[in-house]
C-alpha cells in the first residue's frame, strides 16, 4: 500500500475532517482513507460521457440485444 502525504492544508479544512471522521466514529486516516475510496471508485461526469459515447458508437444488431435479454433473464 503507498503512503500519501498532502502538505499545506489550511488548518479549518483539517478541522472540519478531524470533525467529520469523529462523527463517523473513525480516526482521521480511516475517514480519508473511505473518502479516497469511494471518490476513486465513481466515474467522473468526463468518464462517464466518453462512456456512453464508446455506446453510443457502438453498432447492435438484432441478435445483440435478444442474446443480451436471453443473459439477462438468466440471471434471475
Same mark, same amino acid.
Given at each position: 500500500?503507498?503512503?500519501?502525504?498532502?502538505?499545506?492544508?489550511?488548518?479549518?479544512?483539517?478541522?472540519?475532517?478531524?470533525?467529520?471522521?469523529a462523527r463517523a466514529g473513525k480516526s482521521l486516516q480511516a475517514?480519508?482513507? *473511505?473518502?479516497? +475510496?469511494?471518490? =476513486? @471508485?465513481?466515474?467522473?461526469? !468526463?468518464?462517464?460521457?466518453?462512456?456512453?459515447?464508446? *455506446?453510443?458508437? +457502438?453498432?447492435? =444488431? @438484432?441478435?445483440?440485444?435478444? !442474446?443480451?435479454?436471453?443473459?439477462?433473464?438468466?440471471?434471475?
Amino acid at each position: 500500500m503507498s503512503v500519501l502525504t498532502i502538505r499545506d492544508v489550511p488548518e479549518d479544512q483539517v478541522r472540519v475532517l478531524k470533525t467529520r471522521a469523529a462523527r463517523a466514529g473513525k480516526s482521521l486516516q480511516a475517514y480519508m482513507q *473511505e473518502l479516497i +475510496a469511494r471518490e =476513486t @471508485t465513481k466515474p467522473t461526469m !468526463t468518464e462517464m460521457a466518453a462512456q456512453l459515447e464508446r *455506446e453510443a458508437a +457502438a453498432e447492435y =444488431t @438484432t441478435d445483440d440485444v435478444l !442474446t443480451a435479454l436471453d443473459e439477462g433473464r438468466l440471471g434471475r
